[in-house]
Structure formats: structure tokens, C-alpha cells
């Protein structure tokens, strides 16, 4: 009886324990791989514009399936203050309830990074430097919803990431998230362009399979191993060599 409801109590304290764990923890959270029209997906249509006139649609053609289509006809620059002015247009991703501004949030200390895949098509023009600029990935944390609340966290970048001039295929990002430490309500993806004075661009790309990554991988698998009863010798190593009897072997080392 005893040993029966000594395995009793380690089964439930072991099932207690699978219950409280956030579930986040053993699994990526996908913001959206944009299968679906973005008509009726409520992940990606808030579009912001600086000097530039763009359009953001869905297309079936993705990594696999549909993905977001960013089109962005890049203005002719002028300088400010001897710089060359900063072009960009901003993409708001919020995972929630968008339709009714529900922020339920998410702790982002449960993942390690946001992954992204971008394809830049053939027909795109790139800058004076030669290549399509960058993406900028921010945070925004509960409860920011497009205002400044003085509780809210604003904007945090996190990093950029910089599609290939040369790579008219799928290219593959991730960017660490380990710079924002809070509840996330809103994802940024910030496409700019810097020092486009000397011409105009035009940009077509395709945005696919946004997911914040888990810190975790699955949890650790347990199982009991049979002990053998009856006398075990067995030695053990090190500065401490010795032999050790005992009526069951556990495995461990004295």
C-alpha cells in the first residue's frame, strides 16, 4: 500500500503541475500565414504612409498559400538638414480581437524571437544604394491600441531585417524578442527606405508565416524504470571510488 500511494501522489502532483503550465511555453503562437483574404483577417490591415503611396492586399501566391502583398511606389526623396529624407509605410499586426479592440495580450517572455518570411518579386526597383531597404520589427505593449496611454509601453524596435537585392525568392527572418519584456498588443513591421534622393523605387513584396517563436521546446517526457530487487554491488567512479550495496539500484551514485 505504501509504495502504490507513493506513485498515487507523484501521478498527480505530475498532472498538477502539466495543468498550471502555460501552454504558450511548448508552443510557437502564429500571428498569421495569410491564408485567407485579408478582407476577413483581422492581422494585417492597418497600413500607415510617409512619402509614399502604397497598397496593401491579399494573394494567393504564398509560402505555401496566401501571404500579405505590400506595393509601395517610393516618392523622389529631397534633403532635410543634409540628409536625405526617410521614406517608410508601417504594417500593424495585432493577433487578438481586433474587431472590437479586446486586448487580451501576450507574454512575450515565453518566446524567444518573431519569425517572418519576405519575397521581393522580379519587377521590384531597388534604391540608389542598390538594394530595397529594410524592415523594422517593433513592439507595442498592453495596453497601447494606436493612442498613448501613460501605462501602455510604446514603441520598442527590436531589430531589421534586410531582404536580399540579389534574391527574388522566399527569405527567411528572425529577429529576437528578447528586448521587449512585457504583455504585447501590437506588432510593427516598418518597411523604410533612407536616402532614396535620386530616383523614384517601386517595390512589390510579399510578407508570409509571421510567428512569435517559444523560448521552450516540448516538455521533458517521464517514466518509471523497474527497479531490481534484491542485492546490487555496483562501483562508482571518481576522486571518491567505492562499492556500494544496497537492496534496490536507483541509479544513483554515493
Not at 511548448?26 to 509614399?52: H, K, M, Q, R
Not at 509601453?153 to 525568392?169: D, F, K, Q, R, V
Not at 517601386?202 to 508570409?208: G, Q, R, V
Amino acid at each position: 500500500m505504501k509504495t502504490n500511494l507513493i506513485k498515487s501522489t507523484a501521478a498527480l502532483a505530475l498532472t498538477c503541475a502539466s495543468l498550471t503550465l502555460p501552454q504558450s511555453l511548448f508552443a510557437d503562437f502564429v500571428v498569421s500565414t495569410f491564408d485567407s483574404d485579408l478582407g476577413s483577417n483581422p492581422y494585417g490591415t492597418n497600413l500607415w504612409n510617409d512619402s509614399t503611396a502604397t497598397a496593401l492586399t491579399w494573394t494567393n501566391s504564398g509560402n505555401p498559400a496566401g501571404s500579405m502583398y505590400l506595393v509601395s511606389d517610393w516618392a523622389l526623396g529631397t534633403p532635410e538638414g543634409g540628409a536625405y529624407q526617410w521614406e517608410e509605410s508601417q504594417i500593424h499586426l495585432r493577433p487578438w480581437d481586433a474587431a472590437t479592440n479586446a486586448d487580451r495580450g501576450l507574454d512575450i517572455r515565453y518566446y524567444q524571437s518573431i519569425d517572418f518570411d519576405v519575397r521581393i518579386l522580379p519587377n521590384s526597383t531597388t534604391n540608389l544604394h542598390g538594394d530595397f531597404g529594410g524592415i523594422i520589427v517593433a513592439f507595442l505593449g498592453d495596453p497601447y491600441w494606436g493612442v498613448n496611454p501613460t501605462n501602455g509601453i510604446g514603441w520598442t524596435g527590436l531589430g531589421t531585417a534586410y531582404p536580399s537585392a540579389t534574391n527574388t525568392g522566399w527569405q527567411h527572418f528572425s529577429i529576437p524578442t528578447i528586448g521587449f519584456q512585457g504583455t504585447l498588443s501590437e506588432i510593427v513591421l516598418q518597411r523604410y527606405n533612407w536616402a532614396n534622393s535620386n530616383n523614384t523605387m517601386h517595390t512589390e513584396e510579399l510578407i508570409d508565416n509571421v510567428r512569435l517563436v517559444s523560448a521552450l521546446g516540448p516538455p521533458p517526457l517521464l517514466h518509471y524504470t523497474k527497479a531490481n530487487r534484491g542485492l546490487n554491488i555496483w562501483s562508482t567512479g571518481g576522486s571518491a571510488d567505492r562499492n556500494s550495496i544496497r537492496t534496490v539500484q536507483d541509479g544513483g551514485t554515493y
